[in-house]
Nanobody
């Protein structure tokens, strides 16, 4: 089954930075909204950020606003999540998701394809 593929997770100290990458798929990638979600142990999957297919519209969860930046390069079917000033509360498995919808989507149910996830651990 075709699905997005994440990379770039790892271990970082508090205040550090990481950049996650996600390779999408499909000839209509440029018309697919993309999103990042995360899930910490014992917690539900939560929304992090989303970007419209054109890249012209962005949205962030309040918990990451001002620290994380989502972007995309449709020419290579890639989406990125730049994470700065990381905090221990950011520790989670991060998932990339692809939607058949064009505009920003914040709910897991609005996405059709999910990656396997990449672990981000922030040590204090």
């Amino acid at each position: 089954q075709v699905q997005p593929v994440e990379s770039g997770g790892g271990l970082v100290q508090v205040g550090g930075s990481l950049r996650l990458s996600c390779r999408g798929f499909g000839f209509a990638f440029g018309r697919n909204a993309m999103g990042w979600f995360r899930q910490a142990p014992g917690k539900e999957r939560e929304y992090v950020a989303t970007i419209a297919g054109s890249g012209g519209s962005l949205d962030y969860a309040d918990s990451v606003k001002g620290r994380f930046t989502i972007s995309r390069d449709n020419s290579v079917k890639m989406v990125y999540l730049q994470m700065d000033r990381l905090e221990p509360e950011d520790t989670a498995v991060y998932y990339c998701a692809q939607s058949v919808r064009q505009y920003t989507q914040t709910r897991p149910g609005d996405y059709d394809h999910w990656g396997q996830g990449t672990q981000v651990t922030v040590s204090s």
